[in-house]
C-alpha cells in the first residue's frame, strides 16, 4: 500500500468547527465584532489554532478574560490570541490597549469555535501563550 499525497489547498479552504460541520473562512469573517482588529489572514490564523494547540498540551497557555489580563498586569511577555466573536463585547474590548501598553503582540482569530481552539470542556475567546518557541511557524 502507498501513500497518497494530499491535494492542494482550496483557495475556498473550509475550516472544521466543533460540531463537525466546516465553514469556510468568509463564513466565519461574517460573524466578527466591529472591533475586531487586526484580523489575522486565513494563512495567519492557521498557525494560530495550531499554536495554541500545541501550547495547550504543554500547558504554555492562560485562557479567559480574568486570567489573562492578570497575566498582562504582572508584565508577563507572550502572545495574545482573541476571538473575533465574543459577545458581548465589553468583556475583552479593554485587552488590546492593555497589550499595547506593555508592547505585547495580539491578534484576533476569526471564531472560538474552531476545533484547534477548543480544548478540553470549555473554549474561551482570549487565549495567552507565555512561551511559543517550541512551536514552528514554518509550514
Known amino acids: 500500500m502507498t501513500k497518497t499525497k494530499k491535494e492542494n489547498a482550496d483557495p475556498n479552504d473550509s475550516v472544521a468547527s466543533a460540531g463537525g460541520s466546516e465553514r469556510t473562512y468568509q463564513e466565519l469573517v461574517s460573524h466578527l465584532n466591529p472591533i ?37 498586569k504582572k508584565g508577563e511577555k507572550g502572545i495574545v490570541v482573541l476571538a473575533g466573536d465574543t459577545l458581548p463585547i465589553d468583556v475583552y474590548c479593554h485587552l488590546p490597549i492593555m497589550c499595547e501598553d506593555r508592547s505585547l503582540p495580539y491578534a484576533y482569530v476569526p471564531s472560538k469555535t474552531v476545533s484547534e481552539w477548543s480544548w478540553g470542556q470549555r473554549s474561551a475567546g482570549v487565549v495567552r501563550i507565555s512561551d511559543f518557541s517550541h512551536v514552528s511557524f514554518n509550514p
Open 36 to 72: 475586531s482588529q487586526p484580523l489575522a489572514s486565513r494563512k495567519l490564523s492557521k498557525k494560530l489554532y495550531k499554536c495554541v494547540k500545541k501550547a495547550a498540551k504543554v500547558k504554555n497557555i492562560r485562557r479567559g478574560v480574568k486570567e489573562v489580563q492578570k497575566f498582562i
